[in-house]
Nanobody, 123 residues
């Protein structure tokens, strides 16, 4: 079954940290890059980070000094470590299986969406 399961998220104060996890089926994990997106209320969904099958990673310029994406092949999992969080980082965060590209992930790259995880950062 093609499925992405997201865990983590929650509420923190500005300056805090959170980690999101996403577990995929082995079929999906071995064939697609994995990406993180986020969507704030009233805004479009935007790409945050991605790791390709060859483990080449990319984090969006807007957050690259604070967010890190990592992978655990043995667990078919990717992670998004978020530090020094700001209120503008609040929103729903989504894991996705996507086609790899050299640019920041776009929704048009996505093959399969996981469910979202809410991240709320208070000032």
């Amino acid at each position: 079954q093609e499925r992405l399961v997201v865990s983590g998220g929650g509420s923190v104060q500005a300056g805090g940290s959170l980690r999101l996890s996403c577990v995929a089926s082995r079929y999906i994990f071995s064939r697609y890059s994995m990406a993180w997106f986020r969507q704030a209320p009233g805004k479009e969904r935007e790409g945050v980070a991605r790791i390709c099958v060859n483990e080449e990673s990319l984090v969006a310029e807007s957050v690259k000094d604070r967010f890190t994406v990592s992978i655990d092949n043995a667990k078919n999992s990717i992670y998004l470590q978020m530090t020094n969080l700001k209120p503008e980082d609040s929103g729903m965060y989504y894991c996705a299986a996507a086609f790899c590209s050299r640019r920041e992930p776009a929704t048009s790259d996505v093959y399969l969406w996981g469910q979202g995880a809410q991240v709320t950062v208070s000032s």
